[in-house]
């Protein structure tokens, strides 16, 4: 027979790992789903294609909740600023949200000040696939979760924090990582 105590541990774990796997996103090293979504660049209609990103060098790939919400604000602004230091590592910054995808093309014109490619993912499909979801006001939304992948596809960093702020040191520190070791 199990020990009560050591029954409550196992039990308290495994809960807590179930609740780590609910948010978890995709791991480090591990392969970076394709794919293709609508979006602009200074307002303007695109159509952003992740393969023909990484063609170019390596992709900083945010996922936030919704566009013109506070924090989302906050963080396009920081990633607006950090692109121009990003291109000179050979890094793209991408953004896609699930949330308010009708206004991506203003989004990306105020909040991301011209600097960078937003895209729309309605339905939340491509952030499914990159198991980074969350359940806001009864929708379903991608979570504020930011990844740097290699040209090759493979992922070298996947950070998932609420906190818009460390999103762009995280990313940064990732990108000269890769920088430094192919250059």
Not at 16 to 31: D, E, F, K, V
Not at 38 to 50: N, V
């Amino acid at each position: 027979m199990i020990p009560m105590k050591k029954l409550v541990l196992s039990l308290t774990a495994a809960a807590l790992l179930n609740i780590a796997n609910a948010h978890a996103a995709l791991p480090t090293g591990s392969q970076a789903p394709d794919f293709k979504l609508q979006g602009a660049l200074a307002g303007k209609p695109l159509t952003f294609s992740l393969q023909q990103a990484l063609q170019k060098g390596p992709v900083v790939l945010y996922f936030f909740p919704a566009a013109f919400s506070k924090g989302c604000t906050i963080e396009a602004h920081a990633f607006a600023e950090a692109t121009d230091d990003f291109k000179k590592l050979g890094a793209t910054v991408v953004g896609v949200t699930a949330g308010n995808t009708d206004q991506v093309d203003e989004f990306s014109k105020l909040e991301c000040r011209d600097k960078f490619t937003v895209t729309a993912d309605p339905g939340a499909k491509v952030a499914a696939q990159y198991d980074t979801l969350m359940k806001m006001n009864g929708k379903t939304l991608s979570d504020r979760t930011s990844y740097v992948i290699a040209p090759d596809g493979k992922i070298l960093l996947s950070y998932t924090d609420r906190n818009p702020e460390t999103h762009i040191q995280k990313t940064m520190e990732a990108v000269k990582q890769y920088a430094n070791a192919h250059s």
